[in-house]
């Protein structure tokens, strides 16, 4: 099956610790996407990627970092800097930054901080 | 961007038809309009995009008056399942896609 692997599930950081999101997708799409969602709100962009080897920041982007070295793969760190990190985390791509095609996205990681 | 305006919530009785109605006064010339449904603790799912007019698929109608400063997501004869929150983007080519808070709804029995 195409489609977008989100992992882990669940994610426990302890205080001062970087984690990584992995985000993994089989359908050949070159734009792909990190949102942050808190209880009750919409989501919010951290960072998006056109295409391999490009990134720009979201909205709020500060205490992440991401990398874009395979089509198929956009990780994200939540490093040590972000203070709140404990939200519900979404990847998303579409076939192209330059369309209207609509968004997959993957089943999300909640991350909490111990 | 497009900002969008809708109604925070919701409530439906099963079998009753449900209208959401997004806002959005300033949508440029090249932009559609694409209408998201998300479930708890789940990735939101693309459900109906359209430019203009009236657009329908399995699950959903989605009306555009001459104007486009407004939109209108129609459920035919909601369900429990279709509890869900529902957004409403407007501007998708060559932007950063943007989710406000979306519209809360709730089917009761």
């Known amino acids: 099956d195409g489609g977008i692997t989100q992992s882990p599930k669940y994610l426990f950081r302890k205080e001062g610790q970087n984690v990584t999101l992995s985000c993994e997708q089989n359908l050949n799409h070159d734009a792909m996407y990190w949102y942050r969602q808190d209880p009750g709100q919409g989501l919010r962009l951290i960072y998006y990627s056109q295409i391999v080897n490009d990134f720009q920041k979201g909205d709020i982007a500060e205490g992440y970092s991401v990398s874009r070295e395979k089509k198929e793969s956009f990780p994200l760190t939540v490093t040590s800097a972000q203070k709140n990190p404990t939200a519900f985390y979404l990847c998303a791509s579409r076939t192209s930054y330059a369309t209207n095609e609509k968004l997959f996205f993957g089943s999300g990681t909640q991350l909490s901080v111990l | ?109």
């Open chain 2, 1 to 109: 961007l497009a900002k969008t305006t809708q109604p925070i919530s919701m409530d439906s009785y099963e079998g009753q038809e449900v209208n959401i109605t997004c806002s959005h006064n300033n949508i440029a010339t090249n932009d559609y309009i694409t209408w998201y449904q998300q479930f708890p603790s789940q990735g939101p799912r693309f459900i109906i995009q359209g430019y203009k007019t009236k657009v329908t698929n399995e699950v959903a109608s989605l009306f555009i008056p001459a104007d486009r400063k407004s939109s209108t997501l129609s459920l035919p004869r909601v369900s429990l399942s279709d509890t869900a929150v529902y957004y409403c983007l407007v501007g998708v080519r060559n932007t950063p896609l943007v989710f406000g808070k979306g519209t809360r709804l709730s089917v009761i029995a």
